[in-house]
């Protein structure tokens, strides 16, 4: 059983996002920091260290503009160069002063067409970098009852929906993300996964939801999600971070640790692990150094994968059939109540790494090289 498990891990992917290398904040205040990322390359080498650290974080996503280069093909060469690939293509059609009354779903026909033809421009990077995921996410949505057509504008997200699907290459692929509110507050075009799925049911196999686990009210039952959408072979994949009010974007089971656990159980039961289910990062680091945030997410999702398949499925079924409430909830706590850890290091030291990512970071001396380095510029950070 060891073996198998660790076969499961060693094949777990986790994609780190290029914004979470910058300076980010809140709408009170972006923190510098030193040592942060001035483009696009120098985000691809931070990310590069998460993945030689842990050997499990080999993809990138980028987000257009903030990652805009001359030459993609020449960034995705780069980051081969540096051990890594490009991963999905995240599409931004909320920060023009154009989108303030929504995107495609705006009413003015003439921004439909400006925010139609960035999410085509995002394909044509797709194809230059190698990328098969397009991330689609709309801020789109009204703040007062009135403002305008509720269901004119669930014609106007499909129209643009059908016509980005149309554009998509074989292999490709694109992701809708739903988020309940903000900045949207009366009504969000995208608020919930019925809408997102109902919108790629449509469409076909090449759309597929994305579930961003801080983008629910309080007390939804993700792992319900989950198991829906994988059972209908439409979970497409996650962005992963933790929540305690709202959209916090902070470190991955920060907040909830066991609801993480309960996630990725669901997942090994649907057979996510092996369903080409995208399993990506999406947090801010407010406060905390960025690259070592990067590590500890990635090594608390490890670690629930690793719990998720520690769990006794045989007599959990018989359990559950047999109607023993309390056996089947204990067959699931024994599992999340296992230190994996020993059993991670001991992965990681049969590949070849450090048994401790945290620790061996810390000694590599990369942030003190950095920090060192990269001085003058313009930060990254949000919008850049």
Same mark, same amino acid.
């Given at each position: 059983?060891?073996?198998?498990?660790?076969?499961?891990?060693?094949?777990?992917?986790?994609?780190?996002?290029?914004?979470?290398?910058?300076?980010?904040?809140?709408?009170?205040?972006?923190?510098?920091?030193?040592?942060?990322?001035?483009?696009?390359?120098?985000? /691809?080498?931070?990310?590069?260290?998460?993945?030689?650290?842990?050997?499990?974080?080999?993809?990138?996503?980028?987000?257009?503009?903030?990652?805009?280069?001359?030459?993609?093909?020449?960034?995705?060469?780069?980051?081969?160069?540096?051990?890594?690939?490009?991963?999905?293509?995240?599409?931004?059609?909320?920060?023009?002063?154009?989108?303030?009354?929504?995107?495609?779903?705006?009413?003015?026909?003439?921004?439909?067409?400006?925010?139609?033809?960035?999410?085509?421009?995002?394909?044509?990077?797709?194809?230059?970098?190698?990328?098969?995921?397009?991330?689609?996410?709309?801020?789109?949505?009204?703040?007062?009852?009135?403002?305008?057509?509720?269901?004119?504008?669930?014609?106007?997200?499909? +129209?643009?929906?059908?016509?980005?699907?149309?554009?998509?290459?074989?292999?490709?692929? @694109?992701? /809708?993300?739903?988020?309940?509110?903000?900045?949207?507050?009366?009504?969000?075009?995208?608020?919930?996964?019925?809408?997102?799925?109902?919108?790629?049911?449509?469409?076909?196999?090449?759309?597929?939801?994305?579930?961003?686990?801080?983008?629910?009210?309080?007390?939804?039952?993700?792992? @319900?999600?989950?198991?829906?959408?994988?059972?209908?072979?439409?979970?497409?994949? @996650?962005?992963?971070?933790?929540?305690?009010?709202?959209?916090?974007?902070?470190?991955?089971?920060?907040?909830?640790? @066991?609801?993480?656990?309960?996630?990725?159980?669901?997942?090994?039961?649907?057979?996510?692990?092996?369903?080409?289910?995208?399993?990506?990062?999406?947090?801010?680091?407010?406060?905390?150094?960025?690259?070592?945030?990067?590590?500890?997410?990635?090594?608390?999702?490890?670690?629930?994968?690793?719990?998720?398949?520690?769990?006794?499925?045989?007599?959990?079924?018989?359990?559950?059939?047999?109607?023993?409430?309390?056996?089947?909830?204990?067959?699931?706590?024994?599992?999340?109540?296992?230190?994996?850890?020993?059993?991670?290091? +001991? /992965?990681?030291?049969?590949?070849?790494?450090?048994?401790?990512?945290?620790?061996?970071?810390?000694?590599?001396?990369?942030?003190?090289?950095?920090?060192?380095?990269?001085?003058?510029?313009?930060?990254?950070?949000?919008?850049?």
């Amino acid at each position: 059983m060891t073996t198998d498990i660790k076969a499961a891990l060693r094949a777990l992917h986790i994609e780190t996002p290029s914004w979470a290398y910058g300076n980010s904040g809140t709408r009170f205040k972006v923190f510098a920091q030193r040592g942060v990322p001035r483009d696009p390359y120098e985000k /691809l080498a931070d990310a590069a260290q998460v993945h030689a650290h842990t050997g499990v974080a080999p993809t990138v996503a980028l987000h257009i503009p903030w990652d805009k280069v001359a030459d993609y093909g020449h960034l995705a060469a780069h980051a081969r160069e540096l051990g890594v690939g490009i991963g999905a293509i995240n599409s931004n059609v909320f920060q023009d002063d154009a989108y303030m009354l929504g995107s495609v779903t705006n009413p003015d026909p003439a921004v439909r067409r400006k925010a139609l033809a960035h999410l085509l421009e995002c394909v044509d990077i797709m194809d230059a970098t190698g990328s098969d995921t397009l991330k689609l996410w709309f801020s789109d949505g009204t703040n007062y009852p009135g403002q305008d057509d509720i269901r004119a504008r669930q014609d106007r997200l499909a +129209e643009a929906l059908s016509a980005v699907y149309a554009r998509l290459g074989e292999g490709q692929r @694109f992701l /809708l993300e739903y988020k309940l509110f903000e900045p949207a507050f009366y009504t969000t075009d995208v608020p919930d996964w019925g809408t997102a799925y109902a919108h790629c049911l449509r469409l076909g196999p090449k759309a597929q939801v994305v579930v961003d686990t801080g983008h629910h009210a309080p007390g939804v039952n993700i792992e @319900f999600i989950v198991a829906f959408l994988l059972r209908e072979g439409k979970l497409g994949g @996650f962005d992963f971070n933790s929540r305690f009010y709202a959209d916090d974007d902070l470190m991955v089971g920060a907040a909830d640790p @066991f609801q993480l656990f309960r996630i990725m159980y669901e997942v090994v039961r649907g057979g996510g692990l092996a369903a080409g289910v995208a399993f990506m990062l999406d947090q801010c680091h407010n406060i905390e150094p960025k690259i070592p945030g990067q590590i500890r997410s990635v090594m608390n999702v490890q670690e629930a994968t690793a719990k998720a398949l520690l769990v006794d499925r045989d007599a959990l079924a018989a359990a559950q059939t047999g109607g023993d409430v309390l056996a089947a909830n204990a067959v699931l706590m024994d599992a999340y109540n296992t230190d994996v850890r020993p059993l991670l290091a +001991e /992965l990681r030291e049969e590949t070849g790494l450090a048994p401790d990512p945290m620790a061996a970071y810390a000694k590599s001396g990369y942030f003190e090289k950095i920090a060192a380095e990269r001085v003058g510029g313009t930060q990254a950070g949000w919008g850049a």
